[in-house]
């Protein structure tokens, strides 16, 4: 069964250090999201990419945040200047045709930032 | 934007009882609705979802839910549960931008 695949699972950085957080959709899917969940918190919707730009994006997503397809199988978060706040679950998710139809997780990246 | 409350942040059932996980809603237009479960440690799980239709739908691992547009709720049911549904369950919202909006949660304990 297809599934999206993140890459670290666990990923320790130092405060004011970039991250790269890597994803593999699902190989046939359009769209692309990351989220972020806080520990204990809910998941909150950071950004959505379709046809290689941001479609929508939430107040969260902030200049220190991008995202790329730098290929046609990988799905990246940068965060360019990681700050405490910033340790969370991360997911990546992907749907297929159209927005609207259910998004398939990763296993999530979990970030700590010390 | 949409939005989604869940209003219990924990709930306590017995095994083999019956189980209601309460969502309400909020979006302008026909929502899109869906119910996730998260295991500890582990990914989101779709367990079930709405896009229009029959109001009753089914989903895995026994769950069902029903949207009622007069009270913008989409109430997840299972008549028995079981000691492996203990778990974080979201109900989400999608809208029309491809982003899906969560509720905060509603953590399930299975007593024995």
């Known amino acids: 069964e297809p599934e999206v695949t993140q890459t670290p699972s666990h990923q320790v950085t130092q405060m004011g250090q970039e991250v790269i957080l890597r994803c593999v959709p699902i190989?046939?899917?359009?769209?692309f999201y990351w989220y972020r969940q806080i520990l204990g918190q809910k998941v909150e919707f950071l950004v959505s990419?379709?046809?290689?730009?941001?479609?929508?994006k939430s107040e969260i997503f902030d200049d220190q945040f991008s995202v790329e397809r730098p290929d046609g199988s990988n799905f990246t978060l940068k965060i360019r200047s990681t700050k405490l706040e910033d340790s969370a679950m991360y997911f990546c998710?992907?749907?297929?045709?159209?927005?609207?139809?259910?998004?398939?997780f990763g296993q999530g990246t979990r970030l700590t930032v010390v | 934007a949409q939005s989604v409350t869940q209003p219990d942040i924990h709930i306590t059932v017995s095994e083999g009882a019956s189980l209601e996980l309460r969502c309400n809603y909020s979006?302008?237009?026909?929502?899109?609705l869906f119910w996730y479960v998260q295991s500890p440690g582990q990914g989101l799980q779709l367990l079930l979802k709405?896009?229009?239709?029959?109001?009753l739908v089914q989903g895995i691992k026994g769950f069902e839910a029903e949207f009622k547009r007069s009270q913008s709720s989409f109430n997840l049911r299972k008549p028995s549960v079981h000691w492996s549904d203990a778990a974080e369950y979201f109900c989400?919202?999608?809208?029309?931008?491809?982003?899906?909006?969560f509720g905060a949660g509603t953590r399930l304990t299975v007593k024995p």
């Open positions: 709405y896009f229009s239709g029959d109001t």
């Open positions: 979006y302008g237009a026909t929502p899109y």
């Open positions: 989400a919202v999608g809208g029309y931008n491809n982003d899906m909006r």
């Open positions: 990419f379709y046809n290689n730009e941001i479609s929508e």
């Open positions: 998710a992907s749907s297929s045709v159209g927005p609207n139809t259910e998004a398939f």
């Open positions: 190989s046939n899917h359009l769209y």
